[in-house]
């Protein structure tokens, strides 16, 4: 726990397993959180907790609380599974949360739990909690999965069940999305998206989406 937590070009906090033992749970408490890889290579400034290829275990889950949220420059706070276990769930509670993909490639700044490489592992459920919630500039929260294991459920609103004040979605591929690419019999399904807010804003070409390819 700190005032104020900063991780900028690479940095990351994160929980792997590579084996049969449970990948760890990763919990990061402050006030003001910023998570900005502006100038580093994609995918590689986040916290998060990942079940890796050849593993035989669940991911743990990541928290992420604190008063003002920030994700920047292809950041992202996101559990992933590349096996049979499971992605673990993501929780993001804060005052204000904001994703924002400005100078970096559209879906990947945000807030995700993913089941990779057709496997069978299902990915987790994400649950952003706040009063003002921001998604601009092709940022994105998703649960998604291209296997057989299922999408996660995901959830918008505010603290203790509450709605939340506002939630904005604004540029285009900004996206809350939980989507199976899966394809055949045995592909899994897309989870459910619940929003609760007093307003709900949608602009320029932002989209909202649960989806099913196949099965």
Known sequence: TADAITILGGGHVSSTTAGTGAG???????????????????GITDVASRSLPGAAANAGGVSVRGDSITLRGAASISTSTYN?????????????????????PAGITGIFSQSNGGVSGNAGSVTVQGDRIEIRNGGAIG???DGSGD???ITLGGAAGAPAAQVTLAGAASR???LSAGTGPDAG????????AGR???DDQ????ASTVDG
């Open 189 to 196: 399904r897309a989870g459910s998206i619940g929003i609760a």
């Open 143 to 145: 649960s998604n999965t």
């Open 206 to 209: 932002a989209g909202i989406l």
């Open 24 to 42: 760890g749970q990763v919990t990061l408490t402050g006030g003001t959180i910023l998570i900005d890889g502006t100038g580093a290579p994609v």
């Open 151 to 153: 999408a996660g459920d």
């Open 176 to 178: 809350i999305n939980s």
């Open 84 to 104: 049979g276990g499971d992605a673990g769930q993501v929780l993001v509670s804060g005052d204000t949360i904001l994703v924002d993909g400005l100078d970096a």
């Open 200 to 202: 709900l804003a949608l």
